[in-house]
């Protein structure tokens, strides 16, 4: 049996970072983590809001916040129990400064997994 085919432009590197998404009004702490240069995928315990854009502040130990904004492509249940509900959502970058892409490609084989 063949191995499926890997539809991904990039390898995830497996992190966890902490990042504060403003959606509106509305402030929602999660977890990076998995991240590419082109997005990340963050799991909260609130459901932010689909549609518009979202402006991050990621914490990355050891170095100076970093901002960006995405759009949110995807969310999913990833563990619904009695204490709650939580929550994988996948945010393509649609503004993130050249200083802080190029961080993420240079870290890309630090953190990646196979």
């Avoid at 990340?40 to 689909?50: G, L, N, R």
């Avoid at 249940?77 to 490609?105: C, H, K, M, N, P």
Wanted: net charge negative; with cysteine; aromatic share 8%.
């Amino acid at each position: 049996m063949s191995q499926p085919t890997e539809r991904r432009e990039y390898p995830r590197a497996q992190v966890k970072w902490a990042v504060t998404m403003l959606i509106a009004e509305t402030e929602i702490e999660g977890v990076i983590e998995n991240y590419t240069p082109k997005g990340i995928f963050v799991s909260c315990e609130q459901f932010p809001q689909i549609e518009g854009s979202v402006r991050m502040v990621i914490k990355i130990p050891g170095r100076p916040t970093m901002n960006a904004a995405g759009k949110v492509m995807w969310s999913t249940i990833i563990e619904d129990s009695e204490s709650g509900a939580r929550l994988g959502v996948g945010i393509e970058f649609t503004e993130i400064s050249e200083g802080d892409l190029q961080y993420l490609y240079e870290t890309m084989k630090e953190y990646h997994e196979e």
